[in-house]
């Protein structure tokens, strides 16, 4: 596609389950970045990956947050035991290489009940 | 760890006033800085860009940005606003070396423009 794709575009959970949230780059970028931005927070780094493999997980709130990218292409950010706190949006953004220009998504709105 | 600060959370101008937003950075290396916009229901779209050489950037829709290194400043322009500019403007900054790439935002300045 002409932009990078997130999905769901919004999703509803109960305290405690776990989430997958998707994240398609553009075509032909190898760096694909999370971000969270939340009211209180605004937009915070979480993690990239370069390939498949992810050089920097600094961001990364705790170990209930995990992402994975295969084929150098589809990344997939879980939370597990999702918590109030998570209820947020997560962008993901994408880019021809590190230290290239990162463009971003639509996002995909996280609420917890 | 580096960080940004944006003077103005909220902005309201009037049709064809000058605009400036200020964003300030901590960092005594070498930084990539970068302001993006985003409008009401969109996502987060570039405005522009610094890298190197000249230190006055110029981005779509008639902003300007400025690097003033000794500053440690990079501050949004644009000489007589719109309607449609009304959005949320985000400064961020990135360390270019040590394996770290993501970008370090500001809070944002929600810019609202009265016609």
């Known amino acids: 596609g002409a932009g990078v794709s997130q999905s769901p575009s919004n999703k509803v959970t109960e305290k405690g389950k776990d989430v997958e949230l998707r994240c398609d780059p553009i075509?032909?970028?190898?760096?694909l970045y999370w971000y969270r931005q939340s009211l209180g927070q605004g937009l915070e780094f979480l993690i990239y990956?370069?390939?498949?493999?992810?050089?920097?997980k600094s961001g990364l709130p705790s170990d209930r947050f995990s992402a994975e990218r295969t084929g150098g292409s589809v990344s997939t950010l879980t939370i597990q035991r999702t918590q109030q706190e998570d209820s947020a949006v997560y962008l993901c953004?994408?880019?021809?290489?590190?230290?290239?220009?990162?463009?971003f998504g639509p996002g995909t709105r996280l609420l917890v009940l | 760890a580096q960080s940004v600060s944006q003077h103005n959370h909220h902005v309201i101008l009037s049709e064809a006033a000058s605009l400036e937003l200020g964003c300030n950075y901590s960092?005594?290396?070498?930084?990539?800085l970068f302001w993006y916009v985003q409008y009401p229901g969109q996502h987060l779209q570039l405005l522009l860009k610094?890298?190197?050489?000249?230190?006055l950037v110029k981005g779509i829709k008639g902003f300007e940005a400025e690097f003033i290194k000794s500053k440690f400043s990079f501050n949004l322009r644009k000489p007589s606003v719109q309607w449609s500019d009304t959005a949320e403007y985000f400064c961020?900054?990135?360390?270019?070396?040590?394996?770290?790439?993501?970008?370090?935002f500001g809070k944002g300045t929600h810019l609202i423009i009265q016609p």
């Open positions: 953004a994408s880019s021809r290489g590190t230290g290239e220009t990162q463009y």
């Open positions: 075509s032909g970028h190898t760096a």
């Open positions: 990956f370069q390939g498949n493999s992810a050089p920097d």
């Open positions: 960092y005594g290396g070498t930084v990539n």
């Open positions: 610094y890298f190197s050489g000249d230190p």
């Open positions: 961020a900054v990135r360390t270019s070396g040590g394996g770290a790439d993501g970008l370090t």
